[in-house]
């Protein structure tokens, strides 16, 4: 088995049993594998202590995501939770906040050239200047070349993206797997029903680009789906 991986997983949301059985589909093997995680680890579905208790465990590093970003500003006194994220507030260890603290808005991995951020980097703007909320949020840029949260208001950031680095996110599960040439979305959905998606890269592999990401991508099935009615995803 090949070791020294690095092993880059989408949107967890809570979903402990779905990321137990993709690291044992992959064959993380601990002590010598990465993993790395592109945030929302929190909420919306049925088990988020144990998500957090398996990062620590594991010596996972973690982009930050809106999810975390939300519980963190209610702790801080910024916005009032609503029932969902009260509930994940309350269920937090001191151990919990800690790994929540410590989540950076982004993770460069030099050996892959590859860049983890939650939700996506503005096109032609280096990473240090994106507004953090574009990293926690944006999905698309408009015709005016302006980040927004709204898919349906232009046309997917990833797709006008030229790197480098490869930037590999998730965040938008409605568009599910995009497999750009110089970013690749890995949220497909798992809280939602869909599943569980990594990127596995072998040491100081570079990450493939466009369709080739896929030969490097591996996923579970979600057990159930934990949040939303209807078809599809709803919006975050």
């Known amino acids: 088995m ?33 993993l790395v995680l592109v945030g929302d680890l929190v909420a919306r579905g049925p088990d988020t202590p144990g998500v957090l208790a398996l990062v620590r465990e594991l010596g996972a590093r973690v982009a930050r995501g809106n999810h975390e970003e939300k519980v963190l500003a209610g702790r801080r006194g910024e916005t009032r939770l609503g029932p969902e994220h009260q509930r994940v507030a309350s269920e937090l260890s001191a151990e919990d906040w800690l790994v929540l603290d410590a989540m950076p808005l982004w993770l460069d991995l030099p ?13 032609g703007l280096p990473v240090e200047q994106v507004p953090p909320q574009a990293l926690l949020r944006m999905r698309a840029i408009d015709a005016q ?3 927004t949260d709204d898919r349906s208001a232009g046309e997917a950031w990833g797709a006008t993206y030229a790197g480098p680095p490869h930037v590999v996110f998730g965040h938008d599960a409605r568009r599910e797997l995009q497999l750009h040439p110089w970013a690749t979305g890995i949220d497909t959905g798992c809280v939602y029903g869909g599943r569980l998606t990594a990127v ?26 934990y949040f939303g009615d209807g078809a599809g995803p709803p919006g975050r």
């Not at 991986?5 to 993380?28: K, M, P, W």
Request: hydrophobic share 40%.
């Open 200 to 225: 596995v890269l072998d040491e100081g592999e570079p990450m493939p680009r466009g369709e080739a990401a896929r030969a490097r991508l591996t996923s579970v099935a979600a057990r159930r789906r």
């Open 2 to 34: 090949a070791t020294g991986r690095t092993i880059i997983v989408g949107d967890v949301h809570g979903c402990r049993d779905e990321l137990d059985a993709l690291l044992s589909t992959a064959r993380f093997a601990q002590g010598s594998d990465r």
């Open 111 to 123: 050996g892959h050239a590859v860049r983890v951020v939650h939700a996506g980097v503005v096109p």
């Open 145 to 147: 070349g302006r980040w």
